[in-house]
């Protein structure tokens, strides 16, 4: 039981490029969330899904976008990169009562 | 969901034990006490929970006071890498999606 695995584990991306963070679950957890945490901050939703099929904005989603076509997976896709995207990415999964989280994406934007 | 106050930083020596208070005193009901940690450049990793009673795992031992209006997380032997912030959260089991909202803990820095 893998848990909440995320990849890759650091990128640098230069400003206009696009790239897809990837976040995968084996804890067959209905809800997935995307977190972006800045340094000496805290975590703040960039987009959530209650289920395969259904997504929803969080409190700051502009710049990124994120699809559900299996349980399993969550991915975010960031289309033109801008240095305040300059960011570590959580993903999270969560059954009624926890919430686990992936060990995180570093993202440096140039 | 109930808001959290914590003291923003806690020193412990490595070996004795780190009791880390939280106060929730708006908590409703249906509320749970949650706590997570955040090492340094981690994702933040679940501890414990508990609605009224005391609760223990091989992490940590969550005490609830009677009226649920406070709380305190003990971590009975800490370890340098006990060294994290720690996050209390009270949220509601119907809460639908709604996710944790973090606050910004305590730096719980131990020593050795």
């Known amino acids: 039981n893998a848990g909440v695995t995320q990849t890759p584990k650091f990128r640098i991306l230069k400003i206009g490029q696009s790239m897809t963070l990837q976040c995968t679950q084996d804890m067959n957890h209905n809800y997935m969330y995307w977190y972006r945490q800045d340094p000496g901050m805290g975590l703040k939703l960039i987009y959530y899904?209650?289920?395969?099929?259904?997504?929803d904005k969080g409190e700051v989603p502009n710049g990124y976008n994120v699809s559900r076509s299996t349980t399993e997976d969550f991915p975010l896709r960031l289309e033109l990169a801008a240095p305040s995207q300059t960011s570590v990415y959580f993903c999270?999964?969560?059954?009624?009562?926890?919430?686990?989280f992936g060990p995180g994406t570093r993202l440096l934007v140039l | 969901d109930a808001k959290t106050t914590q003291p923003t930083s806690m020193d412990c020596a490595e070996g004795r034990a780190a009791n880390l208070p939280c106060n929730h005193s708006?908590?409703?009901?249906?509320?749970?006490v949650y706590w997570y940690r955040q090492i340094h450049s981690q994702g933040p990793q679940y501890i414990i929970h508990g609605l009224k009673n005391n609760e223990t795992n091989e992490m940590a031992s969550l005490i609830i006071t009677e009226d649920r209006k406070s709380s305190t997380l003990i971590l009975p032997h800490a370890t340098l890498r006990d060294t994290a912030v720690y996050y209390c959260i009270v949220r509601g089991t119907n809460s639908g999606y709604s996710t944790l909202t973090f606050g910004k803990g305590t730096m719980l820095l131990v020593s050795p």
């Open positions: 899904s209650v289920g395969a099929g259904i997504t």
């Open positions: 708006t908590i409703s009901g249906n509320e749970y």
């Open positions: 999270a999964s969560r059954n009624l009562e926890t919430q686990y």
